[in-house]
C-alpha cells in the first residue's frame, strides 16, 4: 500500500482497501509491516449437503510489494482441514489505480484422515473507484488449486463494496467454484462490515448458493494491527 499513500489510489480509499482484503481486494498488497486477521464462521440454514465452515485468514506485509499470508479452514461436516501458506505481490498497478496481482499457495488438506499436498496458483485485479454513494472498490480472484489426491479445483470470486463515513463496508460477492468429480457451483454473497473500534471489524453476512438452494449465515470478527 505505499504506493497508495503516493497517490496511485486516493487515501481515503487506501483506508478502505486495508480493510477490505478478505472482501475481495487481494490484488492490493499489505502495507510494509501490517497484519491483518480475520476468522469468520458460516452456517448452514437450511437442509442441503453444504455443511458449516469456519475459516481462518492472516496476512502481513513484508515488503511494499510482497505479502504473506495463511488461509485455513475447516469444514463442520466432514471434519476436513485445510491449512496454506501464501505469497502474492502485483504484477501491475496503474496510475488510474488499477492493480493485478499473482499469488502462490501451498500447504495441505486432510480428507477422510488422509493427508494431501496442496499447490494453488492464484491471479487477482482490483480496481478502486469513485461514486455518488462514496468511495469503493471491485476485485475478481480466480485460483486453482491441484491437491495430492489427484482432485482439483478452479474458483473465482467477483466483489463490489462501498466505504461508508461511518468507517463500515457494504459488499457483495459472486462466487464460483468447479471441483472435479462434483458440481459447479454459483453463489451470491452480501454482507455488512461494521467498525468497532479502531482496527476491529464485525462482518454480518450471509450467502445463497443458486445451484443447490443452500442458504448460510456468517459472522465474523477482523483486526488489522
Same mark, same amino acid.
Given at each position: ?8 489510489? *486516493? %487515501? ?7 480493510? $477490505?482484503?478478505?472482501? +475481495?481486494?487481494?490484488?492490493? *498488497?499489505?502495507? =510494509? ?17 453444504? /455443511?458449516?465452515?469456519?475459516?481462518? #485468514?492472516?496476512? #502481513? ?7 504473506? %499470508?495463511?488461509?485455513?479452514? /475447516?469444514?463442520? @461436516? ?9 505469497? /502474492? ?6 496510475? $488510474?489505480?488499477?492493480?493485478?496481482? $499473482? ?6 488438506? =486432510?480428507? =477422510? ?6 499447490? /494453488?496458483?492464484?491471479?487477482?485485479? &482490483?480496481? %478502486? ?9 471491485? @476485485?475478481?480472484?480466480?485460483? #486453482? ?15 463490489? @463494496? ?16 468447479? *471441483?472435479? +468429480? ?16 479502531? &482496527? ?19 459472522? +465474523? ?5
Amino acid at each position: 500500500m505505499a504506493e497508495a499513500r503516493r497517490g496511485v489510489v *486516493p %487515501g481515503a480509499l487506501a483506508a478502505l482497501l486495508i480493510s $477490505a482484503v478478505q472482501a +475481495g481486494a487481494a490484488a492490493w *498488497p499489505r502495507a =510494509e509491516g501490517q497484519s491483518f486477521l480475520s476468522y469468520s464462521y458460516q452456517f448452514q440454514i437450511n437442509e442441503t449437503t453444504d /455443511r458449516n465452515y469456519s475459516s481462518l #485468514y492472516y496476512e #502481513y506485509g513484508v515488503t511494499e510489494r510482497l505479502t504473506f %499470508g495463511i488461509d485455513a479452514g /475447516r469444514s463442520d @461436516g466432514s471434519g476436513d482441514l485445510t491449512g496454506l501458506f501464501f505469497l /502474492r505481490s502485483p504484477v501491475l498497478s496503474t496510475d $488510474a489505480g488499477t492493480w493485478i496481482s $499473482a499469488e502462490l499457495a501451498v500447504g495441505a488438506i =486432510e480428507i =477422510e484422515d488422509e493427508i494431501y499436498g496442496v499447490v /494453488r496458483p492464484g491471479l487477482s485485479w &482490483g480496481r %478502486g473507484f469513485q461514486s455518488g454513494l462514496g468511495n469503493g472498490w471491485a @476485485g475478481v480472484e480466480s485460483s #486453482y488449486a491441484f491437491r495430492g489426491d489427484g482432485s482439483e479445483e478452479g474458483k473465482i470470486d467477483a466483489t463490489i @463494496g462501498l466505504n461508508h463515513a461511518s468507517g463500515s463496508l457494504s459488499l457483495v460477492q459472486l462466487q464460483y467454484a468447479a *471441483p472435479t +468429480g462434483g458440481e459447479d457451483s454459483v453463489s451470491i454473497a452480501p454482507s455488512h462490515v461494521i467498525s468497532l473500534t479502531r &482496527g476491529v471489524f464485525l462482518e454480518l453476512g450471509g450467502a445463497y448458493k443458486l445451484t443447490n438452494d443452500a442458504t448460510s449465515l456468517k459472522i +465474523g470478527l477482523w483486526s488489522e494491527f
